[in-house]
């Protein structure tokens, strides 16, 4: 089974921290809210082992069986993601050592090493005794490892770890010293105990993950920390998967996205993937929408929207209230771009902790006579009603972007010409060129079959893994389209710069070779002309020369004013594209007008308008478009919905749409 038996409207629900008494009343003002899952047992390790290896199950059979009874889903987790101070008293190894070398004691979560034994031990001993305990409930459908993983760790054990890891990679110190590039300042090792990890202290200068010197040892040094605990992943589904082969198994990817976690190597380990979605009142709703492809396009099948707030969270610096309407509409942003569930945190809001005011389904006045509950409710309803529709409905999209963690990283690594490089940022622009476009758009890896999309883009790919120039060679060559950016082509996997000429080996495919890049001061005015407008660029200016591609737009101040800025390169039976700066978002409009019209890719309306419209498609072939106002003004639905139906309402498309509407529609 890959699939969840049917929508899930639920969350993170923590009865642990009220009386028992309560939860059966709980229980029913979720149904009342027509809520039908519960997460538990996030964070319960204290509870469930209060000394080591003294179980009590006692509070949570009693939860597991009030969930079950009232026919919920349970997502039940392993507990293992927030340690009990004992085991910090009696193993301070499984605490994680942070960037500037301090060691963590007893107080927040989410703070464990992964290379810690003990950990390990420990973890495993509890999932086990979780699992043996609760697999034969067919009421758990997913199983929720852990959570949030994320953070690195930079202690001994890691060290030691990492040496192994290493020692593994290179094999030889040889190798390594050449990979790493370790005579330059004197860096060359003799014995692989020199190699210390890079810590503040060490390889690095600056803000964790920004600034290194050995950019190739600080590069393996995250690729390590990622794949360690994504053996603590593997390490407790494993358990899992011997007791119950049935249910999920997910842990909950978060962030914008996390930088710390190759989601892409992550994504194939799990059997669904799980999405935390906070967007901030500022936070545009392209940016949002990203994230859900991404997480959509990591398996390339619906995901999990975990958690999400029902009103304001805690610990944005302003968290505004939701606007009437608001809520479900960011709900179903989310399930427009490939959520089976909307799930959120929390379903009862705690009287005490540091969450004690981020929202809840039940907030402290624990009335249902609440706006926020109400609003909860009627997206309840509309859940019902459509959940079976929707649940397994696939997106299809022509378009795919890719997002590489190898390249955010080592992106972000670059000591270059400007600081202000930003990986997601820069992907961002070009996505939001297919966002406002309504088209629809896969977050892809550079392992994905290129071939299965019309166009591929590939913003800032600075890093070029063995074997990729080749495969973007023979995917134009065949006829596929392919855009590319300032600052790509320039390293090998060991942030080694390629020689000859920038982008390194995409020259070919791309027509053109870069000479020197000027970096663009905040406020200063270069332009690019294209058409005879003129258009802004900002942050860098490649000085390209034309091999084989002719010329879109050439600068139009400087002294490189009318060189070429943005070229086209016909390639085979394909056609590729370099854009040499980041252009303002009126200029890189201007040449996506262009580029979607060559090659051809439609919108899902062609009718103008604001309104985001997403489509997922049935197994039965039924299309379901998702049209959404995510704003505070009344909007036109485009006319090519006339004869549709609201399935939300069984009516047919309202035609002016309110401030945050969402109609979900189908041929009548
Ligand atoms: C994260 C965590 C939850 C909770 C929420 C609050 O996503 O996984 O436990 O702390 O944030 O927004
Ligand atoms: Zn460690």
């Known amino acids: 089974m890959t699939q969840l038996s049917r929508f899930l409207y639920g969350g993170d629900y923590n009865p642990e921290q009220w009386p028992e008494d309560t939860w ?34 006692s509070k949570l059979d009693k939860i597991v069986k009030e969930l079950s009874d009232a026919n919920f889903d349970i997502v039940l987790a392993t507990a293992t993601a927030a340690m009990p101070a004992w085991m910090f008293k009696k193993y301070p190894d499984v605490a994680r050592v942070d960037y500037q070398g301090r060691r963590h004691v007893f107080g927040q979560r989410h703070n464990f090493c992964s290379n810690s034994k003990n950990y ?94 050995v950019s190739a040892l600080s590069l393996d040094y995250l690729r390590f920390q990622s794949e360690s605990l994504l053996k603590l992943f593997k390490m407790e589904k494993a358990i899992i998967k011997k007791y119950d082969p049935v249910a999920l198994v997910t842990t909950n990817f978060h962030a914008l996205p996390n930088k710390l976690l190759d989601y892409q190597k992550w994504a194939k380990e799990q059997d669904i993937i799980s999405y935390d979605s906070y967007p901030s009142y500022n936070m545009p709703t392209y940016q949002s929408a990203f994230l859900y492809d991404l997480m959509r396009s990591l398996k390339h099948q619906p995901f999990m929207l975990m958690e999400s707030t029902p009103a304001q969270v805690n610990w944005q610096p302003y968290s505004p209230l939701k606007r009437p309407g608001q809520m479900a509409a960011t709900e179903l942003q989310a399930v427009a771009h490939g959520a089976d569930t909307v799930q959120f945190f929390q379903l009862k809001q705690a009287i005490g902790g540091s969450e004690k ?10 009335r249902t006579d609440t706006r926020v509950f109400k609003e909860v409710t009627e997206l309840g309803e509309k859940l019902e009603k459509t959940g079976s529709t929707i649940l397994g409905s696939k997106t299809k999209a022509k378009v795919g972007i890719v997002f590489d963690w190898n390249n955010f990283w080592s992106y972000e690594y670059i000591d270059g010409i400007t600081q202000d490089l930003d990986y997601v940022e820069s992907i961002l622009d070009y996505y939001k060129q297919f966002y406002k476009r309504n088209i629809p758009t896969d977050i892809i890896s550079v392992d994905d079959d290129f071939s299965q999309y019309d166009l591929v883009v590939a913003p800032v790919l600075y890093m070029i893994k063995s074997g990729l120039a080749e495969k973007i060679d023979q995917y134009v060559k065949k006829g596929g389209n392919f855009v590319a950016s300032y600052l790509s082509g320039i390293v090998n996997e060991n942030d080694s710069v390629y020689l000859g000429g920038y982008p390194g080996p995409l020259k ?83 040449i996506f007008d262009h580029l979607i019209s060559i090659v051809n890719i439609k919108s899902l309306v062609e009718t103008k308008t604001d309104l985001e419209i997403t489509k997922r498609v049935t197994k039965s072939g039924k299309e379901l478009y998702f049209v959404l106002n995510m704003s505070n003004d009344t909007k036109d639905l485009p006319s090519e919905f006339d004869a549709y139906k609201n399935l939300f309402t069984d009516k047919s498309a309202n035609k002016k749409m309110k401030a945050w509407e969402v109609q979900l529609l189908s041929k009548l």
């Open 120 to 213: 390990q031990v420990l973890a495993s001993k509890l999932v086990k005794k979780i699992v043996s305990r609760y697999y034969k409930n067919s009421h758990i459908k997913v199983w929720h490892v852990n959570n949030e993983y994320g953070g690195n760790c930079y202690c001994d054990n890691c060290q030691n770890a990492f040496r192994d890891w290493l020692k593994y990679k290179y094999k030889n110190l040889e190798t390594l010293n050449k990979a790493w590039n370790m005579n330059v300042w004197g860096h060359r090792i003799y014995d692989w105990d020199e190699i210390v990890v890079p810590n503040e202290l060490g390889d690095a200068w600056g803000a964790e993950g920004t600034e290194t010197i």
């Open 508 to 590: 070919d495919v791309l027509g053109i070779w870069v000479e020197e890049s000027d970096a663009v001061i905040p406020g200063q005015k270069i332009t690019v002309s294209l058409d005879n407008n003129n258009y802004q660029a900002n942050l860098i200016c490649d000085l390209l020369h034309l091999e084989g591609a002719h010329a879109l737009g050439n600068y139009n101040s400087e002294f490189y004013k009318e060189t070429p800025a943005v070229s086209e390169n016909k390639w085979g039976k394909g056609t590729s594209w370099y854009i040499g700066t980041q252009l303002d978002e009126a200029g890189l409009s201007k």
């Open 24 to 57: 059966a009343n709980d229980i029913q003002v979720f149904k009342q809210a027509h809520l039908n899952s519960a997460t538990i047992n996030v964070f319960s390790w204290a509870l469930l082992e209060q000394r080591e290896g003294e179980y009590d199950f």
């Open 357 to 366: 005011f981020h929202s809840a389904v039940i907030s402290h006045s624990q």
